[in-house]
């Protein structure tokens, strides 16, 4: 399944009217309650996007694991995506066969729509399964998105993912969200590098 076939667990219509209700006006005003996931940087801006983006925290993995937890042969090794998006580094995430890494959380709202990141197939026989996982005000669990699976052939080498649509996912009440990958490969492994939110926030107004 590519990366935008995406299964809503979440009725799309809903969260779409809850958007369009919004006025810009209204919400250009309501910039100061938005949550805000604080400096931003354009790392995409060589692949024609020019969107400003938030960084998850630790997302070069430069700190080891330090706010993300990992499962099974999840690892952080020497590697790094070569376009230094992030500044200089040396360290990726490495998921081995069945491994999961969970990322810690930023603030989101309705308005949110892109996650995106860098990722490498390094004789993985199978793809690598993206999820986003919404949270309420509370910690609790307000939503679960299926965003797709990347395919190996296509991450040979280091690549930026697609821009990965949340908007109209979100359910309401929603205040943060955390990305979930899984190895699906029963050999090889993949590896991820700078996972970015892109804050929609930042461009009303």
């Known amino acids: 399944m590519g990366?935008?076939?995406?299964?809503?667990?979440?009725p799309a219509a809903t969260a779409l009217a809850v958007v369009l209700s919004v006025p810009a006006a209204s919400?250009?005003?309501?910039?100061?309650?938005?949550?805000?996931?604080?400096?931003?940087?354009?790392?995409?801006?060589t692949w024609?996007?020019?969107?400003?983006?938030?960084?998850?925290?630790?997302l070069g993995f430069e700190s080891g694991a330090?706010?993300?937890k990992l499962?099974?042969?999840?690892?952080?090794v020497s590697a790094n995506e070569p376009w230094h998006v992030s500044g200089a580094g040396t360290h990726a995430l490495?998921?081995?066969?069945?491994a999961s890494a969970l990322s810690s959380s930023l603030p989101v709202n309705l308005l949110d729509p892109w996650i995106r990141f860098f990722a490498r197939s390094s004789g993985a026989n199978g793809s690598l399964h993206v999820q986003v996982l919404f949270?309420?005000?509370?910690?609790?669990?307000?939503g679960l998105l299926n965003v797709g699976s990347l395919s190996p052939g296509s991450y040979s080498s280091w690549h930026p993912t697609p821009r990965v649509l949340s908007a109209l996912a979100l359910p309401l009440l929603t205040t943060s969200a955390q990305v979930?990958?899984?190895?699906?490969?029963?050999?090889?492994?993949w590896q991820v590098d700078d996972v970015y939110l892109d804050p929609c926030v930042a461009k009303l107004g």
Not at 3 to 10: H, M
Not at 135 to 142: K, Q
């Open 48 to 58: 024609s996007d020019p969107d400003a983006y938030c960084k998850f925290p630790n």
């Open 94 to 98: 490495q998921l081995g066969p069945g």
């Open 3 to 10: 990366l935008k076939r995406r299964l809503w667990l979440f």
């Open 180 to 189: 979930q990958v899984t190895s699906q490969a029963t050999s090889g492994s």
């Open 135 to 142: 949270h309420g005000l509370l910690g609790n669990l307000t």
């Open 27 to 45: 919400a250009a005003r309501s910039n100061s309650i938005l949550p805000s996931c604080g400096a931003q940087s354009y790392p995409f801006k």
């Open 66 to 68: 330090v706010s993300w």
């Open 71 to 76: 499962g099974g042969k999840a690892s952080v």
